[in-house]
């Protein structure tokens, strides 16, 4: 798979969604080569624009993945909540990996490490 930036990837995911009848996408619909490049550039963005965090090595992205999606994207609100449970999929990726944590399950906060 040729590497997409992060508007190309989202659109992407959007369209498996339309092409499968599927209203809230889940990381299942979409090829797994899109998933992870979307999963690295996303943990990409949280490390470059988070803060330092207490612990050393990891920082705290505090923006929320989705507004940020939204308007890299330039998402409609629905197109954003349609990928709200997507985004909950990357995150527990991302945190199996070692890369992220949520420091509280409902916060838009996320804790990065570099890889």
Do not use: C
Not at 13 to 33: K, Q, S, T
Not at 95 to 102: C, I, L, V
Request: aromatic share 8%; hydrophobic share 35%.
């Amino acid at each position: 798979m040729a590497q997409l930036d992060v508007e190309e990837l989202l659109r992407a995911v959007l369209r498996a969604g339309d092409e499968r009848g599927v209203e809230y996408l889940r990381r299942r619909h979409v090829e797994p080569a899109m998933f992870d490049q979307l999963a690295d550039l996303t943990h990409a963005h949280a490390w470059a624009h988070g803060d330092d965090d207490d612990v050393p090595g990891w920082r705290v992205y505090r923006a929320g993945i989705n507004g940020w999606w939204q308007q890299t994207a330039d998402l409609t609100d629905r197109e954003r909540y349609r990928l709200h449970k997507f985004r909950s999929d990357l995150v527990e990726h991302l945190a199996q990996e070692g890369r992220a944590e949520r420091p509280h399950p409902r916060g838009t906060a996320l804790r990065v490490r570099s890889r």
